[in-house]
């Protein structure tokens, strides 16, 4: 099968440069991506997918039974990476991508410089000593809600995610997001994201890597991104704020190969 046109890529920017590799979340497809890739594609290559059952990939490709897990997730970043061999790639995951990228770079450590982590979760449940959002209780109501009404879970949940009331576009645009995705794989694909734990994983990235969280967001609260930041030796931090009449301000980030310091238009809230 055509890797590229299973996961439809699309490559811009500087042929030949280190790459940017932005990575959509649950509900998503590469088009969340549109306002900050055109910065990054003036220095770097840009290589823009979406996972196999999101926006216009290969919906033939997809099975429960691959996609199941973040694994299947990761497996198509990691082959989307042997597809074009591009150097150096800064991968970019938002939300449960970021958890995916993780499990990328495990898989193919050569391939990766660099993570960047916008809004990560490594497990949405709390437990004794962790805090991660919801009860178990919540996320078995969460994906009951989803399984059996998936247009009305998205008009519902999509303007609460985006947060934003005084821009109410942006609620509509990722409600349009979230149904248009197959209800079927829309379901598995929640359970790979809520049920998922990778908080294992998390010691065991040892490529430069930048930690974004939200000042508020329903779905990852402030702990998280202090979890991921103290659990990844090394990594760096920065809070994104986002007052509801602009977008937040883009952080500085450094592609480690490179040393070359880019600042992308402003990351809305996605």
Known sequence: M????????????????????PAHGFG???????LVAPAPAEEFQVVLFDYVGSGGSDPSAWSAER?????GYARDVVEVGEALDPRDVAFVGHSVSAM???????????????????DPSPCYIDDDTYRGGFSAEDIDELLESLESNHLGWSATMAPVIMANPERPELGEELTNSFC??????????ARSTFLSDS???????????LVLECAQDVIAPREVGGYVHAAIPGSDMST??????????????????????????AFDKL
């Open 100 to 118: 995916i990228g993780v499990r990328a770079a495990a898989t193919a450590p050569e391939r990766f410089s660099s993570l960047v982590m916008v």
């Open 2 to 21: 055509d890797v590229l046109r299973r996961n439809n890529v699309k490559v811009t920017g500087s042929p030949g440069s280190p790459a940017v590799m």
């Open 240 to 265: 994104l704020t986002s007052p509801p009449e602009t977008p937040p301000p883009a952080p500085s980030w450094k592609s480690p190969a490179t040393s070359t310091t880019t600042r992308p238009p």
């Open 28 to 34: 998503c497809d590469q088009n969340m991506w549109r």
């Open 199 to 209: 908080r294992a994983d998390l010691k065991s990235v040892d490529v430069p890597t």
């Open 67 to 71: 996609y199941g897990s973040l694994d």
């Open 180 to 189: 248009a995705t197959d209800p079927a794989i829309a379901r598995v694909f």
